[in-house]
């Protein structure tokens, strides 16, 4: 049994706010033509669309990430037509007044995500601990927290400027939320992209703090001799199983479901010497388990 933790919901209005940013006056048929990517169409045709590359991969459920702040009805309606297959996940800016409780209480979805780097707000901010607390008062919830290295590929491709805060995405200043929080999941992405040893230490003493192993990982670079199977490893020994949440970083079509990430980490798993039943929880057990039907 597979569930991708960390899929993005790449919908209409995902491209014409990337086209308002720009300023070009681009329809969101133009910019997709422009990227080579296939236009998504309404939310329900990208949802149907993605339930049929699932079938095809093997997949049973995936988190959709609404991938700008203000789509989170585009994910609400895939998640309300196909609540057995997708968990929705939305971006949070909390610099701005986002709806946070309209977000799981009207769109159903689950998972805050914040980008500390991207929106300068600094996570001791007392705005991050108002929307933490927002998502904390539902059952079934979780928050995500961006860390680390954040390079985002559409915005590079549309020439849209990143003025990223990389100093906001240390992962131990996550430490003092999620204590503050310690029955409310936290999910820190790529393992930390790039800051694994602070990834590890800060999940070290909150035993909410999980990971997720998706993206190509490169961050590895970083250091001299990390090795994904190495990275699998050390997050074993600090995290165990079950804190560990597969995910590929999926988004556009036509390319889909990103099955070279899902095997390149299988591999790294099975050479780390994580166990099939470890591997279980890894690839498709911890996400029923926070994220139950
Ligand atoms: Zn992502």
New binding site residues.
């Given amino acids: 049994m597979l569930n991708d933790s960390?899929c993005?919901f790449f919908s209409a209005n995902f491209f014409a706010t990337l086209s308002r940013q720009r300023g070009k006056g681009d329809s969101v048929e133009a910019l997709c033509r422009e990227l080579q990517w296939d236009d998504p169409g309404t939310a329900e045709a990208l949802a149907d669309r993605w339930v049929r590359e699932l079938d095809a991969r093997g997949v049973a459920r995936s988190a959709l990430?609404a991938?700008v702040p203000g789509d989170e009805a585009s994910v609400g309606a895939a998640v309300a037509k196909y609540p057995s297959r997708f968990v929705g996940f939305f971006m949070v800016d909390p610099s701005s007044e986002d709806a946070v409780t309209d977000a799981i209480v009207t769109q159903g979805l689950r998972v805050a995500c914040l980008f500390p780097a991207m929106h300068h707000v600094a996570l001791s901010d007392d705005r991050v601990e108002r929307v933490v607390a927002a998502v904390a008062a539902h059952p079934g919830t979780a928050v995500f927290v961006?860390c680390g290295v954040l390079s985002v590929g559409v915005r590079k491709k549309l020439g849209l400027p990143s003025k990223f805060d990389l100093s906001l995405g240390d992962p131990l200043s996550l430490t003092r939320l999620a204590l503050a929080f310690p029955r409310l999941p936290f999910i820190v992405?790529?393992f930390g992209a790039g800051m694994l040893r602070e990834t590890m230490m800060a999940a070290d003493v909150c035993p909410n703090i999980h990971v997720d192993t998706?993206?190509s990982n490169s961050w590895i670079r970083y250091a001299p001799g990390w090795t994904l199977t190495g990275v699998f490893k050390t997050a074993m020994s600090v995290l165990g199983p079950s804190r560990m949440l597969f995910g590929t970083?999926s988004?556009f079509f036509p390319r889909g479901w990103q099955q070279g990430v899902y095997e390149s980490q299988r591999t790294a798993a099975t050479e780390a010497g994580i166990s099939e039943s470890d591997q279980n929880l890894i690839f498709g057990g911890n996400f029923d388990r926070l994220f139950s039907l």
């Fill in positions: 960390h993005h990430i991938s961006h992405p790529h998706s993206s970083d988004s």
